[in-house]
């Protein structure tokens, strides 16, 4: 997926400000502890005077002093004031840089959000970035799925940020969050809040902006799954239920959940369970299932669906691939990955 890309003036300028900023802190730092101990050796003065005569000197705020300087007290601070004042200068100009670059950086880095987000054609928005939501990231992360997400707490922006997540601050129950989030180009929505009242408004305002966008919302009750499926959502999930019945089914019937493990890709397992969707002009396109091994596609079709009708399990080797039917297919990675290249449209010659 597209990550928060970092500019290298954002680098560049932050970078140095922070040098610089490190250098003078020292530098500071260093000046402070030879002021208090000259005054305290020249002037016999106790620590929390000479501190104090060494902070109004290099700050210049023309404080009295705490006793009258003597000839060797006066070199001293002659000395110590062409040394230490420009340093002092230099020190808050540095933390002045510092404070206006980072501000900059993250207006920088706003703006390159904002462009890679408007660039995002077909994509998914995810709205909360709870323990769900995050699943559902890294899952889509994993297949190189575009994806943007949605959430009202500032204090997830530095984690999307880190993961390299692109990420729009505000509540998905607004218009204009769901807009910078390019809800109108996605492909598909995934409501993971637990709020059912949340999740049902938000699918509602998806619906609206993008009638064709698929709705994958989230649901805590059975009254939630009832009115996200009257919004629109295409598919609704109760966390809850779905992990009950993974539990009952890992004791009951261990066999098939090792199966469908198959279909979390990147799970580490050599065979995978994959949809392979065929594009116009598909090199896999008007071909019998039995001719797919002599094109070097060594796959299991599990299943394949064609437009509005049923899905076909178990479909015969006469069954003969079509143009636009997305296909279930078992296989080693491979063979999958040479299904999908001939699956979609081959490029023009030039």
Same mark, same amino acid.
């Given at each position: 997926m597209p990550r928060l890309p970092s500019t290298r003036l954002e680098d560049h300028l932050y970078g140095a400000s922070s040098r610089r900023l490190a250098v003078a802190c020292g530098a500071l730092i260093?000046?402070?502890?030879?002021?208090?101990?000259?005054?305290?050796?020249?002037?016999?003065?106790?620590?929390?005077?000479?501190?104090?005569?060494?902070?109004?000197?290099?700050?210049?705020?023309?404080?009295?002093?705490v006793a009258p300087a003597s000839e060797a007290g006066r070199w001293f601070t002659i000395c110590f004031i062409a040394v230490g004042v420009g340093t002092a200068f230099y020190a808050f100009v540095a933390l002045a840089?510092?404070?206006?670059?980072?501000?900059?950086?993250?207006?920088l880095g706003r703006r390159s959000m904002k462009r890679t987000i408007d660039s995002l054609r077909n994509h998914v928005v995810v709205c909360g970035f709870g323990r769900l939501g995050q699943v559902v990231a890294e899952?889509?992360?994993?297949?190189?799925?575009?994806?943007?997400i949605i959430d009202r707490d500032p204090t997830l922006q530095a984690e999307c940020d880190a993961s390299g997540y692109?990420?729009?601050?505000g509540s998905a129950l607004d218009d204009d969050v769901l807009a910078a989030a390019g809800i109108d180009r996605a492909r598909a929505l995934v409501v993971a809040t637990n709020s059912d009242s949340d999740n049902t408004f938000v699918a509602l305002l998806a619906r609206e902006a993008n009638p064709?966008?698929?709705?994958? /919302?989230? /649901?805590?009750?059975? /009254?939630?799954?009832?009115?996200?499926?009257?919004?629109?959502?295409?598919?609704?999930?109760?966390?809850?239920?779905?992990?009950g019945q993974r539990i009952a089914n890992a004791i009951v019937r261990p066999a098939v959940?090792?199966?469908l493990e198959l279909s979390a890709p990147g799970s580490g397992a050599a065979i995978d369970l994959e949809e392979v969707a065929l594009s116009e002009g598909s090199r896999v396109a008007s071909v019998a299932l039995r001719e797919l091994p002599g094109r070097g596609i060594h796959v299991s079709v599990v299943a394949i669906k064609?437009?509005?009708?049923?899905?076909?399990?178990?479909?015969?080797?006469?069954?003969?691939?079509?143009?636009?039917?997305?296909?279930?297919?078992?296989g080693d990675r491979d063979n999958l990955a040479l299904m999908a290249a001939l699956a979609v449209t081959p490029p023009r010659q030039a």
């Open positions: 260093a000046l402070t502890a030879v002021g208090t101990i000259g005054f305290a050796l020249v002037e016999g003065l106790s620590f929390v005077d000479s501190l104090y005569m060494t902070v109004i000197t290099l700050s210049t705020v023309g404080f009295s002093e840089e510092f404070v206006i670059e980072g501000r900059l950086r993250n207006v899952r889509l992360t994993q297949s190189s799925t575009p994806f943007v692109l990420f729009v601050l064709k966008i698929d709705i994958h /919302a989230r /649901a805590e009750t059975p /009254a939630g799954i009832r009115r996200l499926r009257l919004a629109g959502a295409s598919q609704v999930i109760s966390p809850h239920q779905v992990g959940v090792e199966f064609r437009g509005d009708e049923p899905i076909r399990l178990r479909p015969g080797p006469d069954e003969v691939l079509e143009a636009g039917d997305r296909v279930i297919v078992v």
